[in-house]
Every structure is written in C-alpha cells, then in structure tokens.
T-cell receptor, first 109, second 118 residues
C-alpha cells in the first residue's frame, strides 16, 4: 500500500529552527509537496520537490532524497504565525496525490 | 479574485437527508477536486474532474455524487447522509495535472465546509 508518515505534533520556540520529517512509500514518484494549514483554514502551498536536494524559499526550505523516500521541511527564525499543521503529499505514478496526516507545529514564546 | 469559494461553510444534517456542496473557482482551472479531511488522517480524494462535463472517482467515492456542468463549478452531493460523512470538505482546483508537473499541479483550496450528520 501507499503510505506517508510524518510526526503528529512538534513543539518549538519562537526564533528557533525546526525540521519536520516526511517519509513515504508510494507507487512511483512524480514530486513531493508541502502545504501549510492554519487551524480552521484551507491548506496553502509551500514548496515542491521533484529532484534530490534542497529548495530554499525565504525562511522555509524543503529537502528531498528519492532513494531514501524522505523529505523534510525546515523552518528558520520561527514566528508565532508559523503555528499550523504542515502537510506532506506525494504525487504517485498515476499523478494522484497521497497525503500525510499532517504535523501540528506549536510555537512557544 | 476570489479564488475557490465553497458554500455553505457549515451545515448540520440528519441521517438520511440530502444536500449539495457548491464549489466555484474563477481562475479558469481545468482540474477540480473534492476532498474530505478527518482528524488523524490525510486528505482523502472523493471525486475529481479533469474538465467541464467529466468526473471521476477518487479514493473514497461511495455515498457521494458530483457534477461539473460548467468549468467554474463543481458540485458535491450527498443523497442520503450518514454519520460517517461527518467531516470537513475541501474543494480544490489546479491548472493541470499529469506529465506537466511543476507549478501546474499546485492546488488552490477553498476555505472548507464543515458538515455534521446526526
């Protein structure tokens, strides 16, 4: 079966750095997406990786290793507004998105 | 631009009642999707559409029907609601999918519709 694993919840301190991991087992691979979802709101797109390596976008970076079936989202200089759930999703060989359950990130002052 | 608009935002139904969720997008996107989101689970695809007049089943289609009569609208219907359909429903759209990946597969989501079936 297809599976996306990510931690259920993480806690970090304002101003610090946090890494949210995502491991996947899917039928084929056509890219990995990270979305941010604030409580009670819609998911919004953060990043996309299809090749191995690090993609940097401001305070957020996303890394992919296809051979290991592994990705992480790195958030730097954490702000209170970063408190949200972070969803990992993989596009499989049929171009269907498989979603992880999300990681709830709690930022403490 | 409004993006993706869902109505209603909240609804309470009794078992056996029917209802329709409406999704409208003003971005001229070809692809539209209906997902449900339940605690502790990833988003699950109910139905999707690759263009006006076409629909296809997703991962969890049972108990739902959809229609895409106009490119900008995608309707999700529950013919006989069951408590298991209590969930938050999200509509999404994208420019394209398939081989032309890149940014074309980024989903734009509506704000969600919270449905409770008693």
């Amino acid at each position: 079966g297809q599976n996306i694993d990510q931690p259920t919840e993480m806690t970090a301190t304002e101003g610090a750095i946090v890494q949210i991991n995502c491991t996947y087992q899917t039928s084929g691979f056509n890219g990995l997406f990270w979305y941010q979802q604030h409580a009670g709101e819609a998911p919004t797109f953060l990043s996309y990786n299809v090749l191995d390596g690090l993609e940097e976008k401001g305070r957020f970076s996303s890394f992919l290793s296809r051979s290991k079936g592994y990705s992480y989202l790195l958030l730097k200089e954490l702000q209170m507004k970063d408190s949200a759930s972070y969803l990992c999703a993989v596009m499989d060989s049929n171009y269907q998105l498989i979603w992880g359950a999300g990681t709830k990130l709690i930022i403490k002052p | 631009n409004a993006g993706v608009t869902q109505t209603p935002k909240f609804r309470v139904l009794k078992t056996g009642q029917s209802m329709t969720l409406l999704c409208a997008q003003d971005m001229n996107h070809e692809y539209m999707y209906w997902y449900r989101q339940d605690p502790g689970m990833g988003l699950r695809l109910i139905h999707y559409s690759v263009g006006e007049g076409t629909t296809a089943k997703g991962e969890v289609p049972d108990g739902y029907n959809v229609s895409r009569l106009k490119k900008q609208n995608f309707l999700l219907g529950l013919e006989s609601a069951a408590p298991s359909q209590t969930s938050v429903y999200f509509c999404a759209s994208s420019v394209l999918t398939g081989e032309r990946i890149s940014g074309a597969n980024v989903l734009t989501f509506g704000a969600g519709s919270r449905l409770t079936v008693l």
